[in-house]
């Protein structure tokens, strides 16, 4: 007898729809699935063999054979061992088929019976919405996750005699509702505040501005300075995420496997990785291509600690992502497109020793080692950091007295309200949410100069040598200045302000 039941493959941060046809024929006792099934698939076999016995069920010792459509799709991971148990069952005549077709299954089996969760449920429930499917039955563990798509009926389970007796009697089961707020709330690092830092006006300054924007930044100054403090703050002055941005935050860290039960992201994503981290981590890939550091930071920060430590050719990835907002990873099987609209934030010395320029410590290094130390970072990846900023070392007077500068909620409302500005002007486009997303054409629409403004960029563009990317995004940070001040039109100041924060162009 052949059976039809509806499961789905994650592929990216999207998710496509799979059949799972299960044939029970006479013949050899033997489990063939088809359909280009990974390892994990394969094993499945076992796994469903001993859960179906466990759950006190029949296994037909007859031949079987499973075939996932479509077949020139690579299916991976256990979330398919659920549908296939069930197409055993109701192909043997012992579960009801009649909700098969317009029902979506998905889990992992334990040998017990029991359901385990899955990673990618998010993306498969909004693709199972958008296939007109009426409902999904998930592992008890993702029915928060799955609940979050509204118009889609969610039922969580807990093992595959639940699922059985569902086939047979749905009215005995209660669809799962999503308990979270469907508008995020602020992010609000107690624990981390503004308010905590020592001195560091300029830094602090550089921080408010890169919010309000979206602007990349990165910190220069010598050991112990604050770099890290200052960089870890940032989170908590950024505006609050929008429900979308919310949910595709959710969608990536489902696929990641990072929610563990969570519904919706509602803080945004500060991820932090060490330097010996490898191109792949950091940008996302494998044989089944997973998000990396990239795409789990997407609308929030990519904290770079000790920037300089990091393998020249790791940086390099970054320069396409910064500049595009996506990361495309080609396999020879598939080709896979994930979100990467992050804030670079990096800090790093000033040098091999960290001392220089320093006031107290000085620099042991020749000036050839400090050009070297520089040659790690590249001339195009600086162009795409539009706030440089020199961190100097604490007077003993500022070390020694509390801290006393604002707290980060009143820095906060200072970013809500140039971001507000930001949302009104890009309304009627797609692609652009805050002034660092800007192109060319919106630069000559939103950041017309005066003849003393162009006098002075043309000033700043020969001294600092900055390239036409450069120029763009002293331009970008300008329009973010301006923002702040909440004036339509720049000025010298604001442009000045700007140029203050390209202060290493000279030294690569």
């Not at 990216?12 to 990974?38: C, W």
């Not at 949910?247 to 929610?259: F, N």
């Not at 191109?279 to 904290?303: D, T």
């Amino acid at each position: 007898m052949l059976s039809r039941i509806w499961s789905a493959a994650v592929l990216g941060i999207d998710a496509i729809q799979v059949g799972v046809e299960v044939d029970v024929s006479a013949g050899l006792p033997v489990i063939a699935v088809v359909g280009l099934p990974d390892i994990a698939v394969q094993e499945s076999k076992e796994r469903v063999k001993a859960a179906i016995k466990n759950a006190g069920f029949a296994f037909p010792m007859r031949r079987i054979v499973v075939n996932l459509t479509p077949a020139d799709l690579r299916k991976e991971g256990p979330s398919f061992d659920l549908p296939i148990a069930l197409g055993i069952l109701a192909a043997s005549e012992q579960a009801d088929p009649h909700l098969l077709g317009d029902h979506l299954f998905l889990g992992e089996l334990s040998l017990d019976g029991s359901l385990r969760g899955v990673t990618g449920v998010l993306p498969i429930a909004v693709a199972a919405k958008s296939q007109g499917i009426r409902a999904i039955i998930v592992p008890q563990e993702n029915a928060q996750e799955a609940a979050l798509v509204e118009g889609l009926v969610v039922y969580g389970l807990s093992s595959l005699t639940e699922v059985v007796s569902f086939l047979s009697c749905p009215q005995q089961f209660s669809a799962s509702v999503s308990t979270q707020p469907m508008v995020p709330s602020p992010a609000m690092a107690a624990a981390l505040d503004l308010a905590d830092v020592k001195g560091q006006h300029h830094a602090r300054r550089a921080l408010e501005i890169a919010a309000a924007g979206g602007h990349n930044l990165i910190f220069v100054g010598p050991p112990g300075s604050g770099k890290t403090l200052l960089a870890r703050r940032l989170p908590g002055i950024l505006p609050p995420m929008t429900f979308t941005e919310a949910l595709e935050v959710t969608r990536i860290h489902s696929v990641a496997g990072l929610l563990k039960g969570k519904g919706l992201v509602s803080d945004r994503p500060f991820r932090s990785p060490h330097h010996s981290a490898s191109g792949p981590s950091l940008v996302g890939g494998g044989g089944f291509p997973r998000p990396g550091e990239i795409s789990l930071a997407s609308h929030g920060v990519l904290f770079l600690d000790e920037l300089t430590e990091f393998k020249r050719e790791v940086l390099e990835f970054l320069r396409q992502p910064l500049e595009d907002g996506y990361v495309s990873i080609s396999r020879t099987r598939q080709s896979v497109t994930f979100p990467a609209q992050f804030m670079l934030v990096a800090s790093t010395n000033p040098c091999a020793c960290g001392y220089f320029g320093d006031s107290v410590h000085p620099c042991t290094c020749s000036p050839r080692k400090r050009e070297q130390y520089w040659a790690r970072l590249s001339g195009p990846l600086m162009d795409r950091i539009d706030l440089q900023v020199a961190v100097q070392r604490l007077k003993p007077e500022e070390l020694t007295r509390s801290p006393g500068g604002e707290r980060s909620a009143a820095v906060r409302q200072r970013v809500e309200a140039a971001r507000q500005l930001q949302q009104q002007r890009f309304a009627h486009l797609n692609q652009v949410n805050c002034n660092a997303q800007m192109q060319s054409a919106h630069l000559r629409e939103w950041c017309g100069l005066d003849e003393p403004s162009r006098t002075l960029l043309e000033r700043a563009i020969k001294q600092l040598g900055l390239s036409a990317r450069a120029t763009d995004r002293l331009l970008k940070v300008s329009r973010t200045l301006a923002d702040l001040a909440q004036s339509d039109a720049l000025t010298t100041t604001h442009l000045a302000e700007a140029i203050q924060y390209r202060t290493f162009d000279r030294v690569l």
